[in-house]
């Protein structure tokens, strides 16, 4: 969802700890699991109908308590108690740089309205994503077809969930995040956002500048820019990290395909006629499927050799290894209905779409097939929701200062976007993470360690700094 010259004023904010409160307006309720014991769950009633679901895992260490810390695991779509439900992994808190966080703060999950165990959840066919349909028409009648599927789908989503499919854009669920703060009994709200979660926490912060105390916006969308303009930026991003993982394959002993030609091994795999089977779906896989499965994949290059050997059964005649889990997860609904209503489709007609082709196939010649940002586009294309909050200039002033983070090898949130959210937030530090993968939470203890600092202390990295 999802990715710097800003001069920041560091503020130290006050460290006398908050003391644990009833949370008023929040009823909590023990729901351990076997990687979280202590954890507890609960529903609160916000605007528009909806119940958002909440998650809490308790500072450990609560005379140091710092206070909340609200988190966001990206998406749209991601659901953030389903992650304290595991332990908090999807927001590294296994990692020992992040142990004060779990020290300090009471860790809260939710699952942002429409979402996971919010209610009313959006709920949608599971023909949404059809493999049938290439989300690059070759001809007006394939462009005719993919609109009317789209229609289609968004028909059945809307009957399935109801009216409130046209109210789960991202600045209407901001005003959940406030009312989440009040009910806690908070002053001021502490963030962590991965990804899209970067999205939800900016506009929170320009709707509400005054009530943030601190801000971690990891793997930054920008929403100044243009939908057009995002498709190709994550273009050259996602070929960037294809053209890392084929480097890292020529040395490294995890990977299977070394001393191959990568690149001409993936793109044969890409032109084999009629897909590749796959045992687990009963079908064969489509060339968009694959990639969208290796895109999946490159985005942490912990998954890296795992990628390898799923192209090598693949051109074997083995596509298991590389399904791509993104659209065939429940949750993929949520994230075209929400991605439609904050980003949506910029098409205006076929030649249109034809041209912005041409620009992604030369910008990614390897790995076009697949980004996530023509995947919402091309998906977005005839939705029949209006969307709610498309791009526009964003501003966020009167704010503590935030911390925006940045990767010079993102494939899903290139650093292009981190520099424009910062551009856009009055008062905040871009944090650089030269290394690779999406976020620097998830793939650097240096980013983890700055961000931690930041959070328990309100003091933002030195202006300039890479964690290398």
Not at 285 to 314: H, N, Q, S
Not at 423 to 430: G, K
Not at 440 to 463: D, F, H, I, M, Q
Request: charged share 20%; net charge neutral; hydrophobic share 40%.
């Amino acid at each position: 969802m999802k990715t710097l010259a800003a001069i920041t004023a560091l503020t130290l904010l006050p460290l006398s700890a908050v003391p644990a409160s009833a949370a008023p307006g929040i009823d909590w309720k023990p729901c351990a699991t076997e990687y979280a014991p202590t954890l507890e769950c609960a529903n609160l009633p916000v605007s528009g109908g909806f119940s958002i679901a909440l998650a809490k895992l308790p500072a450990t260490d609560p005379a140091r308590r710092v206070g909340s810390l609200l988190t966001n695991p990206g998406g749209p779509g991601g659901a953030g108690v389903t992650v304290l439900k595991y332990g908090g992994r999807g927001f590294a808190l296994d990692r020992p740089e992040m142990a004060e966080v779990r020290q300090r703060f009471d860790v809260i999950g939710f699952d942002p309205r429409g979402v996971g165990d919010s209610r009313p959840a959006i709920g949608c066919a599971p023909n949404l994503h059809d493999p049938a349909l290439s989300r690059f028409p070759r001809s007006r009648a394939d462009y005719e077809k993919l609109i009317a599927h789209n229609r289609a789908s968004g028909d059945e989503c809307l009957k399935r969930t109801g009216p409130a499919l046209s109210s789960v854009d991202t600045w209407r669920a901001a005003d959940d995040i406030e009312a989440i703060r009040a009910a806690l009994g908070e002053p001021k709200v502490n963030w962590l956002g991965v990804s899209y979660g970067s999205e939800l926490g900016a506009v929170y912060a320009e709707k509400y500048p005054k009530r943030v105390r601190t801000m971690v916006l990891d793997g930054a969308i920008d929403h100044s820019r243009p939908t057009r303009l995002a498709i190709l930026d994550e273009a050259i991003a996602t070929e960037g990290a294809l053209n890392d993982f084929a480097k890292w394959c020529t040395t490294s002993s995890d990977c299977v395909l070394r001393g191959k030609d990568v690149l001409a091994t993936y793109d044969k795999l890409m032109r084999t006629p009629g897909g590749v089977p796959s045992k687990q779906l009963g079908r064969n896989v489509t060339a968009e499927e694959i990639a969208a499965g290796v895109y999946g994949g490159l985005i942490l290059p912990a998954f890296w050799p795992d990628v390898a050997k799923g192209i090598e059964a693949a051109t074997a005649g083995n596509a298991d290894g590389l399904v791509p889990y993104s659209q065939l997860d429940p949750s993929y609904g949520a994230y075209r209905s929400i991605g439609c209503h904050d980003f949506g489709s910029p098409f205006t007609s076929y030649p249109d779409m034809r041209a912005m082709q041409g620009l992604v196939k030369t910008l990614a010649p390897h790995s076009w097939r697949y980004t996530e940002f023509w995947d919402i586009a091309s998906g977005c294309t005839g939705w029949p929701v209006p969307s709610a909050y498309l791009p526009r200039p964003q501003k966020v002033s009167g704010a503590a200062p935030i911390l925006v983070v940045g990767g010079e090898h993102d494939p899903a949130t290139p650093l292009v976007w981190a520099k424009g959210l910062a551009r856009n937030i009055e008062n905040s530090t871009l944090l650089v993470d030269a290394g690779y993968g999406h976020t620097g939470l998830l793939n650097s203890a240096c980013v983890r360690t700055e961000e931690v600092k930041y959070l328990v202390s309100g003091v933002t990295p030195a202006p300039g700094k890479v964690c290398r």
